[in-house]
């Protein structure tokens, strides 16, 4: 027998002994497409969901006001025609129950239900580069094998709870919204406390306000927020949104943030004063990111123009909030807007016009511990019947982490980015092999499917490539690995962003083993088309940058 030969029934004999070819970890919204992708091409694959069912966020975060800030039409997946003229998006944000249906109506429309494994929480991965072969544990004891892992965990899905003393001392009811009870869990006549004011909690602090007996916000940093001004869709408009998907597609790929949305190309300093109040006061009456989005480009990269168009929102706030002591506790002063991802709000500041609200400030009168009845602060004691910890999460890398990754030399992940994460291209890792990651950490800042989607692809087609040529392994290589974490890097260097302290920084002092104002470069600020131009040269140079065995 030649070695070729040999090496032929060798391989044949390690594919036939795994479980499986491809293993995606994950059924949100991108674990979705890639299983349909590999489904497609006859692969054996299978996804292994954590959660009781599919759809990722939309499967979890179940708190009243749950909703897109993408617009429904622009986060609905691209790849069917069919799935396109069938689907109609109820509102300009579709709120989360009609968003999970969505995402069933994909999976059964395609038969995706099949390959998907549920209440599979992965707790290790090893590598055995004799076999070119993961072997993934569960925490139910199982191990499965196979050729590939392909990871679509999300990038907030490992939820972060503070560390008050008597947490659990507390008789009434406390979750972290991540953790919504999926049974009917109703507030009315309820004294509830929400610590935190990120972009969750302005999504449902509304909406107990209008049910709870009384509301006690404690806000440690006050956010920037602005109006998301949603509606619903007729059958006019939906028809309309069909006949030009293909236009609305194309926008999104050329636009940095993968919207809709474009920046106004005019020079900020070429404007007079009038000019520029003109525009925000009508980009204030827009819908969703077009505030942020259709803004002058030097709100992102000019100190003067951030500072301008930051005390434009400041006088919004102002005109909305009746007291003016709480107005101005709800102003960020650490940061202008839009430098780190911008909340959008339905009546939130008008919230604190009510009776029954009330907003403490964290930064002033910390919380020294949780109680059997409530908490206390530095200066009173409050009671409550439920607490809700809107504390975040321990993003982009939170969901790895939790995970035991053993690559080449039983190498370990969690170690190798405990300073923060370290890729090519955001889709693979130096010395883990046949490992890629759909919207990891160091990929384009977009809206997500579009992201995920381009993720999806550029991996498929990458498989495909190894299957067609007999390849066993791709591997990053460490010096590509360098080449793409330095200009990660350098495209933070323009940006206000680089100096906020935010989940998308990792500047954070909430999340155990981060070094607290130190820069986490968890994204690629160079936008969405100079992201998809670096892959396609990768693609044409034979995957530079990765060795393939």
Not at 15 to 24: G, T
Not at 252 to 275: A, K, L, M, Q, W
Not at 466 to 474: D, E, H, I, T, V
Request: net charge negative; proline share 5%; hydrophobic share 35%.
């Amino acid at each position: 027998m030649s070695g070729q030969t040999a090496q032929a029934v060798t391989e044949n004999t390690v594919a036939a002994s795994r479980d499986y070819e491809v293993i995606v970890i994950g059924a949100g919204v991108a674990g979705i497409y890639q299983i349909k992708r590999l489904a497609d091409l006859g692969v054996k694959a299978t996804v292994l969901e954590a959660n009781g069912d599919l759809g990722g966020t939309w499967y979890n975060n179940r708190y009243p006001g749950a909703r897109f800030d993408s617009e429904s039409f622009t986060y609905g997946y691209s790849f069917s025609k069919e799935l396109l003229d069938e689907w109609h998006w109820s509102e300009q944000y579709s709120p989360q129950p009609e968003t999970l249906r969505y995402l069933n109506y994909v999976t059964e429309k395609f038969g995706l239900r099949e390959y998907m494994q549920f209440g599979c929480r992965v707790s290790a991965m090893v590598f055995n580069e004799n076999t070119d072969t993961w072997t993934v544990s569960l925490e139910d004891g199982r191990e499965l094998t196979t050729h590939f892992v392909i990871t679509a965990v999300g990038i907030l899905s490992t939820p972060t709870l503070p560390k008050f003393e008597g947490m659990d001392s507390f008789k009434g009811t406390a979750f972290h919204p991540f953790y919504w009870p999926h049974e009917p869990f109703d507030l009315t006549g309820k004294r509830v406390a929400v610590i935190g004011t990120g972009a969750t909690a302005i999504q449902f602090i509304p909406e107990i306000a209008k049910i709870a007996s009384d509301l006690t916000v404690f806000q440690r940093r006050p956010n920037w927020a602005a109006p998301l001004n949603n509606g619903p869709i007729s059958e006019e408009e939906m028809a309309s949104i069909r006949a030009r998907y293909d236009e609305i597609f194309a926008t999104c790929d050329r636009t940095p943030g993968g919207f809709e949305h474009e920046p106004d190309r005019r020079g900020y300093h070429d404007v007079t004063p009038e000019e520029r109040l003109e525009l925000w006061d009508r980009l204030y009456a827009s819908s969703g990111f077009a505030i942020w989005l259709r803004n002058f480009v030097e709100i992102f990269t000019d100190e003067e123009a951030n500072e301008d168009f930051s005390a434009y929102v400041a006088n919004r706030i102002r005109q909305r909030v009746n007291d003016p002591v709480v107005a101005e506790k709800l102003i960020p002063t650490d940061h202008g807007f839009g430098i780190q991802r911008v909340p959008l709000e339905t009546n939130y500041f008008e919230t604190y016009n009510r009776d029954n609200v009330e907003l403490v400030d964290s930064a002033e009168t910390p919380i020294q511990c949780i109680t059997p009845t409530g908490l206390k602060t530095s200066d009173r004691e409050f009671e409550f019947d439920v607490i809700i910890y809107a504390t975040g999460f321990d993003s982009f890398t939170g969901a790895f982490d939790r995970i035991d990754i053993r690559g080449l030399g039983g190498r370990k992940l969690r170690d190798k980015w405990a300073a923060g994460p370290i890729t090519y291209l955001g889709v693979m890792i130096n010395d883990m092999p046949n490992f890629a990651m759909l919207a990891g950490p160091q990929t384009a800042a977009t809206n997500f499917p579009r992201g995920a989607e381009l993720a999806v692809n550029w991996t498929t087609e990458l498989l495909e490539y190894m299957w067609a040529n007999k390849l066993s392994r791709f591997n990053a290589n460490e010096d590509a690995e360098q080449v793409w974490l330095e200009h990660v890097k350098e495209m933070y260097q323009g940006l206000l962003m680089r100096k906020a302290k935010s989940w998308i920084t990792g500047y954070n002092s909430n999340i155990e083993g981060h070094e607290y104002g130190k820069t986490r470069y968890n994204i690629y600020t160079g936008g969405g088309p100079k992201y998809l131009r670096t892959l396609k040269q990768v693609t044409e140079k034979d995957y530079d940058g990765v060795t393939l065995s």
